[in-house]
């Protein structure tokens, strides 16, 4: 059974830090890409960050580059998404994903990640930002 479970997520205030992890299970891990999505209330679900479990090679979208480091322990089939200098704004369920053979380095190419690319999901963390 295909199993990704999220923890790490909570209150936090702006300016502050969490690391969130991505437990993976039931599958061959390193066949897959893991990215990191996130969606506000009343806002679509977006792609934070991605990795390549096979080579290491990273994407980030515009709005965390710089202050979200995601990488990948593939002993332990995890993935974290380190989060700094947290903003208001950043305030969204964050749920992780595994994708099949997804090209990170498509994602570098045309600055987003193909969401329709992943196929299983976690349930979901709750991170949210005080002002």
């Known amino acids: 059974e295909v199993q990704l479970v999220e923890s790490g997520g909570g209150l936090v205030q702006a300016g502050g830090s969490l690391t969130l992890s991505c437990a993976a299970s039931?599958?061959?891990?390193?066949?897959?890409?893991i990215g990191w999505f996130r969606q506000a209330p009343g806002k679509e679900r977006e792609g934070v960050s991605c990795i390549s479990s096979s080579d290491g090679s990273t994407y980030y979208a515009d709005s965390v580059n710089g202050r979200f480091t995601i990488s990948s322990d593939n002993a332990k089939n995890t993935v974290n998404l380190q989060m700094n200098s947290l903003k208001s704004e950043d305030t969204a369920v964050y749920y992780c994903?595994?994708?099949?053979?997804?090209?990170?380095?498509?994602?570098?190419?045309?600055?987003?990640?193909?969401?329709?690319?992943?196929?299983?999901w976690g349930q979901g963390t709750q991170v949210t930002v005080s002002s």
């Open positions: 039931g599958f061959t891990f390193d066949d897959y890409a």
């Open positions: 994903a595994a994708g099949a053979g997804y090209s990170v380095g498509a994602a570098q190419a045309m600055g987003v990640i193909a969401i329709y690319e992943y196929d299983y």
